[in-house]
């Protein structure tokens, strides 16, 4: 089955504990982003990778880091989480966005709580 | 840059009943435009997408959008809502040659019997 799959789906962590979580894609997409996603402030992207060994920043990149070393995968950092960055994140895929503007293909999110 | 105003954070409708999910975006070059859902628990799907062409696009379970150029909107309709369209609604919006797309606040859809 054609999926984008993160882990974990929920993280309760404290104030400066590096964490990371997983996503990984079975569809061989050249594009893959993170997103967070807040109440009222929709979906803002963190990263977002073109293909492998490409990646750039998005609208709030700040106290993240990504990495593209295979295609099918795309790791979010929090080298040092800090409870701002408690959010709903998702990761996302498409074969590229100009590929006849081809959807975004969506996992389940990973809900991430930082005391 | 292009940005994504969704008017309405919650939209409560009886069953049945018809619904508009009101989109507006600013920008000044071409744009493909984009409605994605979010069922609870879930992450974002496509209900439809705007190119080209036609102004008028259908999408999955029965929803449709219209383009409007000069309002700068693509609003999402249904005729006759089910309790299963209860979600989050996402208008998002790409600049034609971009390679970003830029989510909308997103609108709760209430269904009520």
């Known amino acids: 089955e054609a999926q984008v799959t993160q882990n974990p789906r929920y993280l309760i962590t404290v104030t400066g504990k590096k964490l990371t979580v997983t996503c990984s894609q079975n569809m061989n997409h050249e594009y893959m982003s993170w997103y967070r996603q807040d109440p009222g402030l929709g979906l803002r992207q963190i990263y977002y990778s073109m293909n492998v060994e490409v990646t750039d920043k998005g609208d709030v990149p700040e106290g993240y880091k990504v990495s593209r070393k295979e295609k099918r995968n795309f790791p979010l950092i929090l080298e040092s989480p800090s409870p701002n960055q408690t959010s709903l994140y998702f990761c996302a895929s498409s074969p590229g966005l100009g590929v006849y503007n081809s959807p975004l293909h969506f996992g389940n999110g990973t809900r991430l709580t930082v005391t | 840059a292009q940005s994504v105003t969704q008017l309405d954070s919650q939209v409560p409708v009886f069953e049945e009943a018809p619904v508009e999910l009101r989109c507006n975006y600013s920008?000044?070059?071409?744009?493909?435009l984009f409605w994605y859902v979010q069922y609870p628990n879930q992450g974002l799907q496509l209900l439809l997408k705007y190119l080209s062409g036609s102004t008028l696009v259908k999408g999955i379970n029965g929803f449709e959008a219209e383009f409007n150029k000069s309002q700068t909107s693509f609003h999402l309709r249904k005729p006759s809502v089910h309790i299963s369209d209860t979600a989050e609604y996402f208008c998002a919006v790409r600049r034609e040659y971009g390679n970003k797309l830029v989510f909308g606040a997103g609108t709760i859809l209430r269904v009520k019997s």
């Open positions: 920008s000044s070059v071409s744009v493909y």
